[in-house]
């Protein structure tokens, strides 16, 4: 493997694991680190070479919008809530607009997540009188369901109780 390769897997690490909330941001910082930090490798890099950096960033998304749809996080530390996975979300589709890059899968994977997180939330709430942590409003969950390719009627009866507002 070429200290090239090596330099980008080093940094698709960094973006993957502690990209924190604003990966695109880690990736920048990779960008500079590789080409232009003194400190840095110095490299020359090819625009294929840059791919597996916006894949990383598209990974971290991925992770940190469905940490938020995950019910056993709801009182972890971690857990930002429903309102953070919209907002993740809303930062991938512009990522991977300004970039081209194709995210059906992890549309998939999160319109998934949230019909499961949906499902637990009514029962937790209603069968077991738990209080909500959903909290977005009803439309600003109807539009995230909508951008997933869900319909309102895909959605589980009585999720419109769970919201904190219209």
């Known amino acids: ?6 330099y980008l897997e080093d940094e698709v690490f960094i973006i993957e694991d502690a990209g924190g909330e ?17 400190e840095g490798p110095g490299l020359l890099l090819e625009k294929q070479d840059c791919f ?3 894949k990383a960033v598209i990974n971290r998304y991925q992770t940190i919008i469905l940490r938020d749809l995950q019910p056993e996080n709801r009182k972890k530390s ?10 993740n ?8 607009a300004t970039e081209q ?5 992890v549309r998939g994977k999160v319109a998934a997540a949230l ?11 209603k069968g077991h009188g738990g209080k909500s942590c959903i909290n977005c409003s ?17 959605l589980v009866p009585g999720w419109q109780d769970l919201c904190c507002g219209e």
């Open 52 to 54: 597996p950096l916006k």
């Open 78 to 87: 971690i857990y930002r809530g429903l309102q953070r996975s919209v907002i």
């Open 115 to 125: 019909l499961s997180f949906l499902e637990q939330e009514i029962c937790s709430v």
């Open 22 to 38: 604003m990966p695109e941001v880690a990736m920048h910082g990779s960008l500079y680190y590789l080409c232009s930090d003194p």
């Open 1 to 6: 493997m070429s200290s090239k390769e090596t």
């Open 89 to 96: 979300w809303q930062r991938l589709k512009l990522f991977a």
């Open 101 to 105: 890059l194709d995210i059906s899968q």
């Open 138 to 154: 009803r439309l600003t969950l109807q539009e995230f369901a909508g951008e997933l390719g869900l319909a309102s009627e895909d």
